[in-house]
């Protein structure tokens, strides 16, 4: 990969930020570490609105990538991809759409793009593997969302079947870590629910978590997450999906979020379940199988040191964080 460029699409986002920390901290030359000759670059959407093909071609045109990571997307947690399904399906396809395109009219050699475990069916037999993103259809909270990633997978299989393209895509579980989106309504649950609990401490107001705390996730530190991709970029040559996640034993239900983030937070009072909000999706418990199978094992931050992290990164930056309104164009 000497003389590589690297493109980041989403680069100033939870993952994109978490991908130039590990490649600016890691040692130059390690697995993981910025390579001789290589360079990376971060862009925002303000370099270029990817839903717009000419933005698109532009931004390709600009940094002539030999190598991209796509994670430019609309993204929120449940009760965002509630309300807007249309906007996370038409943003996203358009988005994707032009990122493979341009990297196809530009002859970028390698291309891997993000899905998300919410693509799975809802109904299906756990654990979910790479072979079963198509079997059904997904949980209704997100199938704006859900629709326009799979499709990723499909167009992944006809640029590489008509012309030879070597794209493919990870599929990470519920990531959390520094830079996250910390909206108190539109973000995941974890950033939600740590600028709640940041608040009712602060202002000896009721700390309320959503739904009944009884649905379990699988989270991934997003510095562990970039370094699967850097791996993934450098040592994985497949059009098929790998999941990008902790094992499938490592669920953890919602309530031991909320009992873990009051821990971090220190918050001294109780909390209460608003059981009206809905739960999504009960579970999804993904497999890792693939991915350790390929890597030869990797070892996850523990998940109270990576939520120690996270707190600490939240609490330095409250001022610089996005903790307000999130923007549907
Ligand atoms: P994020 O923090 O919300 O960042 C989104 C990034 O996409 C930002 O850099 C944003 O740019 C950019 N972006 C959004 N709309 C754009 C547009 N129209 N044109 C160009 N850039 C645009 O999201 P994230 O959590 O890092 O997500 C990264 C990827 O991981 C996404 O593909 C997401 O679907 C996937 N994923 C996330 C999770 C999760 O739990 N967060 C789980 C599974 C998969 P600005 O900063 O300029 O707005
Ligand atoms: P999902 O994994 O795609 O469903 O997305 P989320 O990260 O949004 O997690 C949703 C789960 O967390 C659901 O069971 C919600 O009921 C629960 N939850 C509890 N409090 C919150 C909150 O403040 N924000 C979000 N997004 N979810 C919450």
């Known amino acids: 990969m000497s003389k590589a460029v690297v493109l980041v699409t989403g680069g100033t986002g939870l993952v994109g930020q978490a991908i130039k920390h590990i490649i600016e901290s890691e040692p130059e030359g390690s697995r993981f570490g910025k390579q001789p000759g290589e360079s990376w670059i971060f862009a925002s959407s303000s370099e270029g609105d990817l839903r717009d093909p000419s933005q698109s071609r532009r931004l390709f045109e600009k940094y002539k990538p030999t190598h991209v990571i796509h994670l430019a997307a609309l993204v929120g947690g449940l009760f965002k991809n509630m309300k807007y399904k249309l906007t996370f399906l038409r943003d996203n396809i358009l988005i994707n759409d032009n990122v493979l395109h341009s990297s196809y009219e530009s002859k970028v050699e390698k291309l891997i793009s993000c899905l998300s475990t919410c693509v799975f069916p809802d109904k299906v037999e756990y654990p979910l593997d790479e072979r079963k993103i198509h079997s059904g259809a997904p949980h209704e909270s997100n199938f704006g969302y859900a629709h326009a990633k799979r499709l990723v997978d499909v167009q992944n299989h006809a640029y590489k079947e008509e012309f030879g393209c070597n794209f493919t895509s990870a599929i990470p579980t519920n990531v959390f870590g520094p830079h996250d989106n910390f909206d108190l309504e539109d973000s995941h649950v974890i950033p939600g629910l740590i600028h709640k609990c940041y608040l009712a401490k602060q202002n000896n107001t009721p700390f309320v978590v959503a739904g009944t705390g009884k649905p379990l996730r699988q989270f991934i530190f997003s510095w ?97 964080a996005r903790t307000g309104n999130a923007n549907i164009a």
């Not at 370094?227 to 993934?232: G, P």
């Not at 909320?258 to 009072?269: N, R, T, Y």
């Open 224 to 320: 562990d997450l970039a370094k699967l991709f850097i791996w993934m970029l450098r040592e994985y040559d497949d059009v098929e999906p790998v999941i990008l996640s902790v094992g499938e034993d490592e669920e953890v239900s919602i309530r031991a979020v909320a009992d873990a983030i009051v821990k971090a937070v220190g918050f001294q009072g109780d909390y209460t379940f608003d059981t009206k909000r809905a739960d999504g999706q009960f579970r999804k418990p993904a497999s890792n199988k693939k991915l350790l199978s390929l890597m030869g094992g990797f070892e996850f931050t523990p998940f109270d040191q990576a939520l120690d992290i996270t707190v600490d990164w939240f609490l330095k930056n409250y001022e610089s």
